[in-house]
């Protein structure tokens, strides 16, 4: 009781000083008065050596500072403890951050603010002061002071504070010191911890804009961090449990407040090292295996242990154990490192709390998507309980946990929803964790495991079937792990890729999250239309067209002609067209000439027949078609393939007649069971360039056939799939050709009286085609009276000019080289029959045909054909009458929201096409003339694409949606230029624009135009 009362007295004495200084505050008149008040009271609670304010203050004021009470050391503590505890020091700090800081402090010199001013906040109980600072921060607006002074103020104070004198580490401190005489942590000392820890992971937040740099939550929370990682050895020395208790607690709530705003990174990173350093040390320590009892005996392990326990929220115990796993990564940590890391933080952990289990089980093996190496260490402390030894025979006990993480795992793993709706990151690295844990198993282990092997078998199956190349090797290389199990002896090789040793989990590919889309990794790219295509579309739908160049690279080594299309009216001269043979028999005959003069002797002649002497060689179109259909004469296909494209080319009248059957039989025919072993794709690339000769110079009869196998029963998907790639090599061909046309000539459109030349020259006038006339030199006398003038003449009608070349033409002989100019793209003119039949009717189930079902990837061809068909034709008025029926294929939902990724990317791909083709002056015109069908499809694109980019799990998906808005943006962008030339056109001329036009927008993305 005496105690009690004796304290009360003193907090009234200093309550009662406090009120003083505040009135003698409030009636000085100078600086220095305000300086000798503050410096009255903080005599009595620091010790202050008073000669180092006497040369920066005024005489008058010198002896009143040298002769100010002063307390000893006991008492001066007492009055610290009751000044800071009580009531008087919140009292106290309210004058001194808003009067003082706004009236005096600028007036004040160095020494004086340092040792009267900001003594009261650096010398403090670091506990009271951050709760008296940091509300200052949100100080409002006010008449009387300065908001802006009194906020830098507290901001320069809190940064001298909690960072340059080690005020978070001297609050961890106070809180133990404050539990010494309690064998527990009351409710009390817990609110108040969790009070302080709130407002110290505040203050970033509450910072201005224009706060000191240290002050943002990046270089603040790491230096808290710092600050409260190195007083570890001091705090280890802390005998007392209670004492450890409430600083674990204190650090705990700091660690789940960085992390709860968003910091986890910047605190792992400087907690990482520190426990990796830990564990190191005392692997080096013991050279023999390293039981558990040497980390559960050390203290810096139940530093660590304790920290966790204190972390009761659930998100900061995810966030801390996800970035703690990259950093070990990062670190480079051995598998038996991060394993005892993971087990000194998290083995109790996981041992008594069901959440923390489910994390790394489930969520982390389900959800979350990790480097392999944290893959693999998240099953060997969570699934299998042991840490990592070259002893075979040792194992956890936790068996049962690895059968039922298996099971799980293969569950997810072989549903075809899940292979056809994940990103390919979560593919891979389900597939990874399904074969390290068949990897860490036996035959007799995985027969006591429910229905593992169907399912594992059920997944191969539909990867198989992907059109991913990435996709079809995870199902192989499980396959081949599988089969390890099953019998070692005999492994399953099904990809080449699998034949080493070891096998990449990681499939080639970068761990990275979704998260804002930040096209870097981008991982896309825009080819010469503007069309944004992706690597693995590429891959998918021109992987038969890289075939198709490889082949020809591989033809020229064979010798065999490549054939391009050539001008019908190119003057060619006769004799070179046997100069190729010609030039092989010389070869042969000089050949024939070295071996003779070589041999010292007569050879006998070999008069043995050789049957490929006696074959005949096919010169007709007609012999190709039944060669080809005598599918028993493996020879006569071989020969019937090697002939067809050069024949082809040639177009020989009789190919007009023959196309359509020739058509016919190149699909039909079996290159695999007519080639050689192991020339199998040579033939087919034989029989793909023959397709693709026939289309470009027969696009008609061709495509008519073409079509008409497209849907029938009698092909399979295989051959489906064929036609419309040498559709599409055929296409570009056509759109890549070059054709001569006579040049449009442009006269004057009134004729000039007097002719623009000189007067003593003769008259143009002549017949079509003469020349211009040149002067001549006269041998006569050096006097002439005039000049003599000459020129070209054109043939009269019958009359033949003889030379040594003859040009071989279908066009008239009177049209000059001046007046024919070279034209591209020929496709714009079979574009319709490209195009208009192969999308009549898809959506139809047929015998054999599903392209909605089964055969997507039919379907994702056909998209991707179609796509560019419209580019070929891009600009041409072609292209706007194609452009809305394949816009209303895309549009619909069986289409634009199909399972497949592969589909979609086709669909996406497409729509980027049309956005390309479309010239913009027609969507301008279409608008005006009231033809809402275009503005509607254009319009779906948008929404369509950005539902894409925002919730689509495929990344080549959501790159290319934003690829495609992008050109969206730019195509109307140009379109509203077009509009507003044609609208200030129109009301140049007084005429009135159509009411519908109206109703007819197109808008920008991200912008408000429309």
């Given at each position: 009781m005496e105690e009690a009362k004796r304290t009360r007295e003193l907090e009234s004495r200093v309550v009662e000083k406090v009120g003083e200084v505040i009135r003698e505050i409030e009636r000085a008149k100078q600086a220095d008065q305000v300086i000798c008040t503050l410096h009255s009271l903080a005599v009595l609670l620091f010790p202050i050596d008073s000669s180092l304010l006497s040369g920066s203050i005024d005489e008058r004021f010198k002896d009143q500072i040298v002769s100010a009470k002063v307390h000893a050391a006991n008492e001066r503590d007492d009055w610290w403890k009751a000044f800071y505890q009580g009531a008087a020091f919140p009292t106290l700090a309210r004058v001194l951050l808003l009067d003082i800081a706004s009236s005096w402090l600028t007036c004040f010199p160095l020494s004086a603010k340092k040792h009267v001013y900001d003594v009261f906040f650096v010398n403090g109980l670091s506990t009271e002061v951050v709760q008296v600072l940091v509300p200052c921060l949100r100080q409002s607006c006010s008449d009387v002071h300065d908001v802006n002074t009194i906020q830098s103020n507290v901001e320069r104070l809190l940064v001298l504070c909690l960072l340059d004198n080690g005020g978070v580490l001297k609050m961890a401190k106070e809180f133990s010191i404050s539990s010494q005489s309690k064998d527990i942590i009351n409710e009390r000392l817990k609110s108040a911890v969790s009070r302080v820890a709130q407002i110290v992971t505040s203050i970033p937040d509450k910072a201005r804009l224009r706060a000191p740099p240290?002050?943002?939550?990046?270089?603040?929370?790491?230096?808290?961090?710092?600050?409260?990682?190195?007083?570890?050895?001091?705090?280890?020395?802390?005998?007392?449990?209670?004492?450890?208790?409430?600083?674990?607690?204190?650090?705990?709530?700091?660690?789940?407040?960085?992390?709860?705003?968003?910091?986890?990174?910047?605190?792992?990173?400087?907690?990482?090292?520190?426990?990796?350093?830990?564990?190191?040390?005392?692997?080096?320590?013991?050279?023999?295996?390293?039981?558990?009892?040497?980390?559960?005996?050390?203290?810096?392990?139940?530093?660590?242990?304790?920290?966790?326990?204190?972390?009761?929220?659930?998100?900061?115990?995810?966030?801390?154990?996800?970035?703690?796993?990259?950093?070990?990564?990062?670190?480079?940590?051995?598998?038996?490192?991060?394993?005892?890391?993971?087990?000194?933080?998290?083995?109790?952990?996981?041992?008594?709390?069901?959440?923390?289990?489910?994390?790394?089980?489930?969520?982390?093996?389900?959800?979350?998507?990790?480097?392999?190496?944290?893959?693999?260490?998240?099953?060997?402390?969570?699934?299998?309980?042991?840490?990592?030894?070259?002893?075979?025979?040792?194992?956890?006990?936790?068996?049962?946990?690895?059968?039922d993480t298996v099971q799980r795992l293969a569950a997810v793993w072989s549903k075809r929803d899940f292979v056809q709706s994940a990103p390919v990151e979560q593919q891979a690295y389900i597939t990874a964790a399904v074969g390290l844990c068949l990897e860490k198993m036996s035959k007799e282990e995985l027969d006591k495991t429910k229905d593992v092997m169907q399912s594992i078998l059920q997944g191969v199956s539909c990867r198989l079937d992907s059109p991913a190349d990435l996709v079809r090797k995870m199902a192989s290389t499980i396959a081949l792990v599988f089969s390890k199990v099953i019998d070692p002896k005999n492994p399953l090789y099904l990809d080449d890729s699998c034949n080493g040793e070891s096998i990449d989990w990681e499939f080639g590919l970068t761990t990275t999250e979704k998260g804002p889309l930040s096209i870097s990794n981008a991982e896309k790219q825009i080819d010469e239309t503007g069309t944004s295509t992706t690597p693995m579309l590429t891959k998918d739908f021109t992987h038969t067209a890289d075939g198709l160049k490889g082949s020809n690279v591989k033809s020229k080594s064979k010798k065999s002609s490549e054939f391009s299309l050539v001008d019908p009216d190119e003057i060619i001269d006769p004799a070179t067209l046997n100069y190729k043979s010609v030039s092989d028999e010389n070869d042969d005959e000089d050949a024939s000439e070295n071996s003779d003069s070589s041999d010292s002797s007569l050879q006998p002649y070999d008069l043995t027949d050789d049957d490929t002497d006696l074959k005949r060689k096919m010169s007709q179109l007609v012999d190709v078609v039944g060669a080809l259909r005598k599918s028993d004469d493996a020879d006569g296909v071989e020969r019937a393939l090697d002939v067809a494209e050069s024949l082809i080319r040639a177009s020989p009248d009789e190919l007009t007649h023959v196309a359509g059957d020739l058509v016919r039989t190149l699909v039909q025919v079996r290159c695999?069971?007519?080639?050689?072993?192991?020339?199998?794709?040579?033939?087919?690339?034989?029989?793909?360039?023959?397709?693709?000769?026939?289309?470009?110079?027969?696009?008609?009869?061709?495509?008519?056939?073409?079509?008409?196998?497209?849907?029938?029963?009698?092909?399979?998907?295989?051959?489906?799939?064929?036609?419309?790639?040498?559709?599409?090599?055929?296409?570009?061909?056509?759109?890549?050709?070059?054709?001569?046309?006579?040049?449009?000539?442009?006269?004057?459109?009134?004729?000039?009286?007097?002719?623009?030349?000189?007067?003593?020259?003769?008259?143009?006038?002549?017949?079509?085609?003469?020349?211009?006339?040149?002067?001549?030199?006269?041998?006569?006398?050096?006097?002439?009276?005039?000049?003599?003038?000459?020129?070209?003449?054109?043939?009269?009608?019958g009359q033949v000019k003889r030379g040594k070349t003859r040009r071989w033409s279908l066009r008239s002989g009177n049209i000059r080289e001046g007046q024919i100019e070279w034209s591209q793209n020929k496709f714009p003119l079979?574009?319709?029959?490209?195009?208009?039949?192969?999308?009549?009717?898809?959506?139809?189930?047929?015998?054999?045909?599903?392209?909605?079902?089964?055969?997507?990837?039919?379907?994702?061809?056909?998209?991707?054909?179609?796509?560019?068909?419209?580019?070929?034709?891009?600009?041409?008025?072609?292209?706007?009458?194609?452009?809305?029926?394949?816009?209303?294929?895309?549009?619909?939902?069986?289409?634009?929201?199909?399972?497949?990724?592969?589909?979609?990317?086709?669909?996406?791909?497409?729509?980027?096409?049309?956005?390309?083709?479309?010239?913009?002056?027609?969507?301008?015109?279409?608008?005006?003339?009231?033809?809402?069908?275009?503005?509607?499809?254009?319009?779906?694109?948008?929404?369509?694409?950005?539902?894409?980019?925002?919730?689509?799990?495929?990344?080549?998906?959501?790159?290319?949606?934003?690829?495609?808005?992008?050109?969206?943006?730019?195509?109307?962008?140009?379109?509203?230029?077009?509009?507003?030339?044609?609208?200030?056109?129109?009301?140049?001329?007084?005429?009135?624009?159509?009411?519908?036009?109206?109703?007819?927008?197109?808008?920008?993305?991200?912008?408000?135009?429309?």
């Open positions: 240290l002050l943002s939550s990046h270089l603040f929370f790491k230096q808290i961090t710092i600050q409260l990682l190195s007083g570890l050895v001091e705090r280890l020395a802390i005998s007392n449990r209670s004492d450890m208790d409430v600083n674990c607690l204190f650090i705990g709530e700091i660690f789940s407040r960085i992390c709860r705003r968003g910091s986890s990174d910047v605190l792992l990173i400087e907690v990482t090292p520190q426990i990796l350093r830990h564990v190191r040390s005392c692997l080096s320590s013991n050279s023999d295996i390293v039981d558990r009892d040497v980390f559960e005996s050390n203290p810096e392990s139940q530093f660590w242990l304790k920290i966790m326990e204190a972390i009761t929220d659930p998100y900061t115990v995810e966030r801390i154990s996800e970035q703690l796993l990259h950093q070990l990564a990062t670190e480079h940590a051995s598998d038996i490192e991060a394993y005892w890391v993971l087990w000194i933080l998290f083995h109790q952990l996981l041992q008594r709390q069901s959440s923390v289990r489910s994390m790394f089980v489930d969520k982390f093996l389900l959800w979350k998507v990790f480097p392999v190496c944290c893959l693999q260490w998240i099953l060997q402390f969570a699934v299998l309980g042991c840490p990592p030894v070259t002893n075979s025979q040792t194992k956890g006990h936790e068996t049962n946990g690895l059968f695999s069971d007519t080639a050689v072993e192991g020339e199998e794709e040579t033939a087919e690339e034989k029989r793909q360039r023959a397709l693709i000769a026939l289309i470009v110079t027969r696009p008609f009869e061709s495509l008519d056939t073409l079509n008409k196998l497209l849907y029938s029963p009698n092909v399979d998907v295989s051959q489906r799939i064929m036609i419309l790639d040498v559709m599409t090599q055929a296409a570009e061909e056509l759109a890549n050709s070059k054709t001569m046309k006579p040049k449009h000539q442009t006269g004057p459109l009134i004729s000039t009286i007097s002719e623009p030349q000189p007067w003593f020259l003769p008259s143009n006038v002549g017949p079509p085609g003469a020349g211009s006339w040149r002067e001549i030199s006269d041998t006569g006398t050096l006097l002439n009276w005039s000049n003599r003038y000459e020129r070209e003449l054109p043939l009269n009608p079979y574009a319709a029959a490209f195009m208009l039949p192969a999308m009549q009717g898809f959506d139809k189930k047929r015998r054999g045909v599903d392209l909605l079902g089964s055969d997507f990837l039919v379907l994702g061809k056909l998209i991707y054909m179609l796509g560019v068909g419209m580019k070929c034709a891009s600009m041409h008025p072609e292209a706007s009458a194609l452009a809305p029926p394949l816009l209303d294929m895309l549009r619909s939902r069986e289409v634009c929201h199909h399972k497949e990724a592969y589909v979609r990317r086709a669909v996406l791909f497409a729509a980027s096409c049309v956005l390309v083709a479309l010239h913009p002056s027609y969507i301008a015109s279409s608008l005006v003339e009231g033809n809402l069908e275009i503005s509607e499809g254009l319009e779906w694109i948008r929404t369509w694409a950005l539902q894409v980019a925002d919730s689509d799990t495929d990344r080549e998906c959501y790159t290319m949606a934003v690829s495609c808005l992008q050109l969206h943006s730019e195509m109307a962008l140009q379109a509203s230029r077009a509009l507003e030339s044609a609208e200030s056109t129109f009301k140049a001329k007084s005429i009135n624009l159509s009411s519908s036009l109206s109703k007819g927008t197109i808008k920008i993305p991200y912008s408000n135009v429309e």
